[in-house]
């Protein structure tokens, strides 16, 4: 199984990379490649810059490699109640190639935020918008107040609870 992880986030210190690292790497014999969003930047989209640059390599790169996979696992980042810029950018240039974004696969979404909210809005959004993109959610997370629920050091959850929650997700992929 060919699983492509993500966090919706452009920060290198991403919470958000971690978790998605660590519930991908819960799939025993799956060949995992965790992406980055920094290697995927493009110019803000607007109809003006897809005049001018047509259709940047890079999103047709990510999309091959989302089409690549049997199961894609991604962490949101919340910023201010939605997606990250970096996410919401590449999302958009990648819908002018194709709304099938998500290539009919399974999908595990998880978000986790500094806060008692988890990220848990964006999350819902995500959710909801997956089937307009082809994406089929088979399970969703939210991982509130990261720095309580996660250890830096380990890169495992601190409560058996919560990873008893985000292996029970990652299993709705097989």
Known sequence: MKIIAFAASSSKQSINKQIATYAAGLMKGADVEVLDLNDYELPLFSVDQEADIGQPDLAKAFLAKLSGADAIIISFAEHNGSYSAAYKNLFDWCSRITREIFA??????????????????VLDAAVGAAPFFAGHVKASLSIPTFSENFDLTTQ??????????ILKAVQALL
Not at 104 to 121: M, Q
């Open 104 to 121: 009919d696969k399974p999908l595990v979404f998880f978000a986790t935020s500094p806060g008692p909210g988890g990220a848990s809005r």
């Open 156 to 165: 495992r959850p601190t409560h058996k609870d919560i990873e008893a929650q």
